[in-house]
């Protein structure tokens, strides 16, 4: 009975082993068939991953380009140079090695120091350091040879990499941004649309063996990379060119101790065409402060290493780049009273343009006495002149009929309580009271421009608004997108947001502003002969900061009559001379214009007292015989002083192309090969008008003047002369005049 009963125990042990064998085979069976079916992509990949290698194809990025094709931003090869420690540090003789590579790389490549190289090679676990990001291909070269001569070639590599480049240095450098190390943007257009530009990188995996070998006829793959798009701006390089260099006159006259920046814009398309703020900084360096910045840091005492000068450095940087035109906001003080006027005649039954205003110089609101610029007051004026000499007290009057309401909506459809929308980065909005407690006072001091603040941009559009004809257009920068077949990806179409004003209260608003400029507005030094520009100036406090500091700014369009392009001119903190939008901006905006109107092909049309004030075009006289030249010359209004002795002209003083007064106009003609005559330059500086250029004809010197002045008055005294005196010169060379701007209050 026990053997019996001892046997069927063994049985069921037997029959619980078999069955737990089985079932752990059932499992493994199962997992197998899982790991087969269902994990196969993911264990093959695991596998792959063990047994490749994969190196990037890297895309290039796109290119972005001026209105007329010109390429502001594109790519160029340079040369990364690496060591690798961990390989170094285990050669015999590693510390004489690695001093050798050290003295070796420090030969050949410029700025870079011993003790530099040595402390990459002190990372003996890393296998690979960048000791320079990019070189060009002269010092690649050089460190070729070393390693080819020292047998270093697999202690030192050179690679070729692809780094953004910018052919125009600091040209755009706020608008077009600029890329990091990693090739990713980090500012302006190339912040803006950096995916586009960017691309996307491919990928070539290969199979290793474990020694990281290639293994042949083994597993591969390549994807290939697909190039950025190309960007078409509505940028100009030349238009851009010429506020720059506007600005930049503007910044070092005035001495503005907070930035300068201006726009120009595309009336009828919100095409952005330039747009600067100064100073600038190089695109192709844009760690490195520019002069302006490095001397305030430098005034700041701080020791190079220290953390206060790391922290201060990068504050300014951050300044540096921020784009003044689109993210600051300011108070635009008298030039919104563009917009107060226009917002006042399109309701007709507000204002007559007729109706006569008085202005004592201060005017009771609430109670507040708000005061007008003019101290004394401008006594009895128009409508018309009441814009024209930006009296405050005819705004407030005015600002009143229209009430609270009517006018907060003419603010809001002007675009003013939100962004424009343009297509780049950091856009700043506007400050200014909420609907529900907009009071009397406030309507007062906001119609004419006081106590609120808008961005650079909003003006600007809001002012081309009134230029257009009455529709608010959306600025933009980008035209077109293509592909790298030159297959459009995007295509900008202009629409207008939203009529503000009909187009006959534009074209009187237009109208009364070209003709203070033509007159004796507060904008008049915004003048351009054979053009009709309208203009505004602006001068605004900066409530809560030091009351002395001021805005002073401007913004303009042309021809009146059928607007093309509008600028604004901005000046933060003039801090020399005058601080008044008339004499820090107005002229530098009538420079803008007109220099860019020609360019566009809008043709000048001169008054005939205009065209009887005209410069004189020096012609290339090199090789008429004499009768020609005396004949010729002196039909275009020129005398003509002859030196030597022949039958043709060999040189000419002054040169050909120059621009030179009416008044006392001489070209100085050789014959053949006599030396010139020489001349010392007089001191004109603090003179007349008048008494200077009868001293500088009479000296045998030709005359050019800048501001428009007529050089015959006698009321203007000469600010400074382009050669100074006591200087010798040939006869016959073009001195430059320079005379104050007339100051007008804002």
């Not at 870079?112 to 990459?120: A, G, T």
């Not at 960048?130 to 047998?151: F, H, I, N």
């Not at 692809?162 to 990091?180: E, M």
Request: charged residues 20%.
């Amino acid at each position: 009975m026990s053997r019996f009963s001892s046997g069927r125990k063994a049985m069921r042990r037997s029959s619980v082993v078999a069955l737990g064998i089985a079932v752990c085979f059932l499992i493994l069976a199962l997992r197998i068939f899982s790991i087969q079916v269902f994990d196969f992509t993911r264990y093959q990949q695991k596998v792959l991953d063990q047994l490749t290698t994969e190196s990037p194809v890297r895309a290039d990025r796109g290119e972005i380009l001026d209105a007329a094709g010109r390429v502001l931003a594109t790519n160029r090869t340079v040369y990364r140079i690496s060591v690798f420690p961990n390989l170094i540090a285990r050669q015999e003789d590693s510390a004489w090695l690695q001093g050798e590579i050290a003295k070796g790389l420090a030969a050949v490549v410029p700025g870079l120091r011993i003790e530099k190289v040595m402390q990459h090679l002190s990372h003996t676990t890393e296998l690979e350091r960048t000791v320079m990001p990019a070189v060009e291909a002269d010092v690649a070269g050089r460190v070729l040879a070393l390693v080819t001569d020292k047998k270093l070639q697999d202690m030192i590599a050179v690679e070729a990499v692809s780094t953004r480049y910018y052919p125009y240095g600091s040209l755009a450098a706020h608008l077009l941004g600029f890329t990091g190390s990693d090739g990713q943007g980090l500012y302006g257009l190339e912040l803006q649309y950096d995916q586009a530009l960017a691309g996307e990188n491919g990928s070539y995996v290969t199979a290793r063996d474990s020694s990281g070998n290639e293994l042949p006829g083994s597993y591969e793959a390549y994807q290939p990379a697909t190039d950025g798009y190309t960007v078409e701006t509505t940028v100009d390089a030349y238009v851009q060119s010429v506020l720059e260099e506007q600005l930049e006159r503007t910044m070092i006259e005035s001495a503005a101790a907070n930035r300068v920046c201006g726009i120009v814009m595309d009336v009828k398309t919100g095409a952005i065409l330039a747009m600067a703020t100064g100073p600038s900084f190089d695109l192709n360096d844009p760690f490195t402060l520019n002069a302006s910045s490095a001397a305030t840091l430098a005034a700041l005492g701080y020791e190079a290493d220290s953390e206060a000068y790391k922290a201060a450095k990068n504050r300014l940087l951050l300044e540096t780049w921020s784009n003044k035109a689109v993210t600051e906001i300011y108070m635009p003080g008298s030039t919104f009273k563009t917009l107060t006027c226009s917002a006042v005649l399109e309701e007709n039954a507000v204002i007559d343009l007729d109706e006569r205003f008085f202005c004592s110089g201060a005017m009771q609101v609430a109670d507040r006495t708000i005061h007008c610029h003019k101290v004394g007051g401008h006594g009895s004026l128009t409508f018309r002149e009441g814009l024209q000499n930006s009296c405050n007290p005819v705004m407030m009057t005015i600002a009143a009929r229209l009430g609270c309401d009517t006018f907060y909506d003419y603010f809001k459809a002007f675009g003013l309580l939100e962004k424009t929308g343009i297509d780049l980065p950091g856009e700043g909005n506007s400050i200014f009271h909420a609907a529900s407690s907009f009071t009397e006072l406030d309507l007062a001091t906001a119609s004419f421009g006081q106590n609120f603040k808008v961005s650079i941009l909003q003006m600007l559009t809001a002012i081309s608004a009134v230029a257009n004809g009455g529709e608010l257009m959306t600025p933009y920068v980008v035209e077109r997108i293509t592909d790298t077949d030159g297959n459009a990806v995007y295509a900008h179409e202009a629409a207008a947001r939203r009529r503000v004003i009909s187009a006959e209260t534009a074209k009187t608003v237009s109208e009364i502003l070209a003709g203070g400029v033509a007159g004796d507005g507060g904008a008049k030094n915004a003048y351009v002969a054979g053009y009709r520009v309208a203009a505004k100036t602006g001068t605004s406090e900066k409530i809560g900061d030091d009351r002395s500091a001021r805005i002073g700014s401007c913004v303009a369009f042309a021809p009146a009559d059928d607007p093309q392009i509008a600028v604004i001119i901005v000046v933060d903190e003039p801090t020399d001379g005058s601080r008044y939008g008339s004499v820090v901006a107005a002229p530098y905006a009538g420079q803008v214009l007109g220099n860019v109107l020609p360019y566009l092909g809008v043709e000048a049309v001169y008054t005939e007292e205009e065209a009887k004030a005209l410069a004189l075009s020096v012609p290339d006289c090199i090789g008429w015989e004499r009768a020609r030249a005396l004949e010729t010359l002196s039909a275009a209004g020129f005398s003509v002083e002859w030196i030597g002795e022949g039958s043709s002209v060999t040189a000419q003083t002054p040169e050909a192309g120059s621009s030179v007064e009416r008044i006392g106009a001489k070209l100085v003609l050789t014959l053949g090969d006599a030396p010139p005559a020489v001349v010392a330059v007089p001191q004109v500086v603090g003179l007349s008008a008048s008494a200077a250029c009868k001293l500088l004809i009479d000296a045998g010197l030709n005359i050019a003047i800048e501001s428009g002045i007529d050089p015959l008055r006698a009321d203007k005294t000469v600010l400074a002369q382009s050669v100074a005196a006591g200087e010798t010169v040939p006869r016959g060379t073009v001195i430059w005049l320079r005379f104050p701007y007339e100051e007008k209050k804002e």
